[in-house]
């Protein structure tokens, strides 16, 4: 069924009125008709299955038939990755919105080659938008500023960050979570090119723990990817309900 993000949605909503974007997909683009149901999120939690009541000339009024509360899944998973050429960054925040991360950190690191716009965080937000509506998410990750790595290091207050380095010298990520019980992760992730030295020796210098990505090179969004797809992994063998 097709999902729809309608941020105004609350749990004892019995109607609704969607326009905008959201409007002209289901009536031009979908051509849904009046009796079709749909799905909607909020991105704050709820799922709620509707149907289609009127469609009127820039307005689609629906009828909330369930409302799917969705409980956030603990521990609480970010993920800190660096601006990429090409806008290869877009790829990681959907392919790591559908895989339910829940907070992203956009960071600059000394290899990073590309620099943000005022554009940067409005588009990473309209593909987060767009995940969450392709994976039927009930919860629409936060993205904050972009902010330089060792800013990035000092404001983690309250997660325990991992770091993930292209080497067989590290442990990999399973036994640093099993090491490292928390509340909140945040994986960083680093550039083209990798880390610098300098930089290896700021994580080691803040006793921040690092991981193998592996025996293998591979490209900053595939590193993230298989990351979050290891933790997912490590977080649902001991819950098959985590979300």
């Known amino acids: 069924m097709p999902c729809f993000y309608t941020p105004e949605l609350y749990s004892k909503m019995e109607k609704i009125e969607i326009s905008g974007t959201e409007f002209h997909h289901l009536a031009h683009v979908l051509r849904k008709k009046p009796g079709n149901e749909i799905l909607l999120t909020n991105g704050k939690g709820l799922l709620a299955t509707a149907k289609i009541d009127k469609i009127e000339k820039n307005i689609i009024k629906a009828l909330i038939e369930n409302v799917l509360p969705q409980k956030f899944g603990s521990p609480k998973l970010a993920v800190a990755f660096s601006l990429l050429k090409n806008k290869h960054d877009n790829l990681i925040v959907e392919k790591l919105t559908e895989l339910g991360v829940k907070a992203f950190f956009p960071i600059q690191t000394e290899r990073t080659m590309r620099k ?14 767009s995940a969450i509506k392709q994976c039927d998410n009930a919860f629409l990750p936060e993205i904050a500023k972009v902010q330089k790595l060792p800013d990035l290091l000092d404001n983690l207050k309250s997660y325990q960050a991992l770091v993930g380095l292209e080497t067989k010298a590290q442990q990999n990520l399973r036994d640093r979570l099993k090491q490292n019980p928390a509340e909140k992760f945040c994986l960083i992730i680093g550039p083209e090119g990798g880390f610098t030295s300098q930089e290896i020796d700021l994580f080691a210098e803040k006793e921040i723990p690092t991981f193998s990505l592996g025996n293998h090179i591979v490209r900053a969004e595939t590193a993230a990817i298989a990351t979050v797809s290891q933790f997912l992994a490590f977080q649902l063998e001991k819950n098959k309900f985590y979300y």
């Open 116 to 129: 943000p716009n005022k554009n940067t965080l409005q588009k990473f937000t309209k593909v987060a938008i």
